[in-house]
């Protein structure tokens, strides 16, 4: 059987391609894969719709315990928000809200996967400071850098007129990943160690037969039989009737740079949580920078509710959003600014948000082995490999022991509109 899945790529190898590229190479190769031995004579076959970190995360799980997997993706794994995300880590963010189990279990997943699967190396996984910073813009154009009083907690190469730094986050509490690296690495292993197929293909439809899924079809015809279908179609949710007439999802259309500066070295692992007070009046903004081991350093922020398109690849960043980022990166640093870091990307993508702020995980109701998995906004990287362990576990087993899942199931909507009234 041949399958199309983008080869696992290392951080050493990272480097040696893009030193002179503007972009990572997105290259998609063929090549065979087998059923593990390890398989059951004949396997639940499960189809996970969605190449993205939830999907590839459910469909590494499913395909690691025995399942017959087929990943369909659009475009390409990694693509949208997954490839373009942060890829911050936190073990105890979430804990004041609904997220509090799901986030704690997914952070010490990514320890374990970064044991098995060398994530130093594989995928740039490690832990690092978080320090929150406030930085007015006025007072960097007014203020030569070398004037200003900087507090000892505040590395180096943060060099712009920054106060009230406060470390938010330990090494102990906060780490990070390169989010592409990361989801590709996932389905490698999947297709190369336990025989997972990827399909690209674009999903027209879930049939269904007797309140029981039968297959998928895709557009120009292809259909896909299974035993479970998982839809995890991050904010591409919304074009899907079967989930839309349920619950809404949105996106949150999201920017970013990733910026290669001269001297990537110099550059120590701190991720930077910003009040940023710009020149002009209005209220602060709250960019966040995050260096990564491949020696380029991410910046994002400056959000909007838009409407998704159909096509990943459509989406394109905000001129204006992206001139305000790289004004936040010069005044963050010097060694970030215009002539001292080359732009490596200029980019958007959008985040998967529910209307209650919680994500949608489980059996869509009244269709036996449907499930969906949805909706988690800026913490996909950091709860993907959770909500696909658990996914692995409701779809085999019946029931998730790693997290308890009631508090996400899409049963909730059933009954109540869409503005929440019965």
């Known amino acids: 059987m041949t399958v199309s899945v983008v080869p696992s790529v290392s951080i050493s190898s990272f480097l040696r391609q893009t030193r002179n590229a503007r972009t990572f190479p997105i290259t998609l190769i063929r090549c065979s894969s087998s059923k593990s031995s390890t398989m059951e004579e004949h396997p639940k076959r499960v189809v996970v719709c969605g190449g993205g970190v939830i999907g590839v995360c459910t469909a590494y799980f499913l395909a690691k315990r025995g399942a017959a997997v087929t990943l369909v993706e659009k475009s390409a794994v990694a693509c949208a928000a997954s490839g373009k995300a942060g890829g911050f880590l936190a073990l105890d963010w979430c804990d004041s ?45 007014a203020t030569p850098s070398a004037s200003v009083s900087k507090p000892s907690s505040v590395p180096n190469w943060v060099d712009g007129p920054v106060r009230s730094p406060k470390t938010i986050g330990t090494p102990d509490t906060t780490a990070q990943v390169h989010p592409q690296l990361f989801t590709r690495t996932l389905i490698s292993k999947a297709v190369e160690n336990y025989g997972a197929e990827v399909v690209i293909g674009k999903l027209e439809s879930v049939e269904v037969e007797e309140g029981r899924v039968k297959s998928v079809a895709l557009e120009g015809g292809r259909v896909i039989e299974s ?28 920017h970013s740079i990733v910026l290669e ?3 990537p070295d110099a550059i120590t692992p701190h991720a930077l949580f910003l009040t940023y007070h710009p020149s002009q009046r209005g209220k602060p903004l709250d960019p966040e920078v995050y260096p990564r081991p491949t020696g380029e350093v ?15 690849e459509q989406i394109v960043g905000n001129p204006e959003a992206i001139k305000v980022l790289k004004r936040v990166a010069k005044t963050v640093s010097s060694q970030l600014g215009e002539g001292e870091a080359e732009v490596k990307a200029e980019q958007a993508c959008f985040l998967p948000c529910t209307d209650d702020s919680v994500p949608v995980i489980g059996e869509v109701p009244g269709i036996r082995g449907c499930y969906v998995a949805t909706g988690h906004s800026c913490w996909g990287i950091l709860n993907g490999p959770a909500t696909g362990a658990a996914m692995a576990e409701l779809v085999l087993d019946g029931r998730a022991s790693i997290v308890d899942l009631t508090v996400f ?14």
């Not at 991410?298 to 990943?312: I, K, R």
């Not at 199931?409 to 019965?422: I, L, Q, W, Y």
């Open 97 to 141: 809200g609904a997220l509090s189990s799901l986030a704690r279990a997914s952070f010490d997943l990514h320890r374990s996967l970064a044991q098995e699967l060398d994530g130093p190396q594989s995928y740039g996984y490690r832990p690092l400071t978080t320090l929150g910073l406030s930085i007015a813009e006025t007072e960097s154009q």
């Open 227 to 254: 035993d479970a279908v998982v839809l995890a179609l991050g904010p591409w949710s919304c074009k899907l009737e079967l989930l839309s007439s349920i619950f809404r999802v949105h996106g949150l259309k999201a």
């Open 261 to 263: 500066p001269k001297n």
């Open 298 to 312: 991410y910046l994002c922020g400056m959000s909007a509710e838009e409407e998704v398109p159909d096509d990943p």
């Open 409 to 422: 199931s899409p049963a909730r909507f059933v009954g109540r509109s869409r503005r929440g009234k019965v």
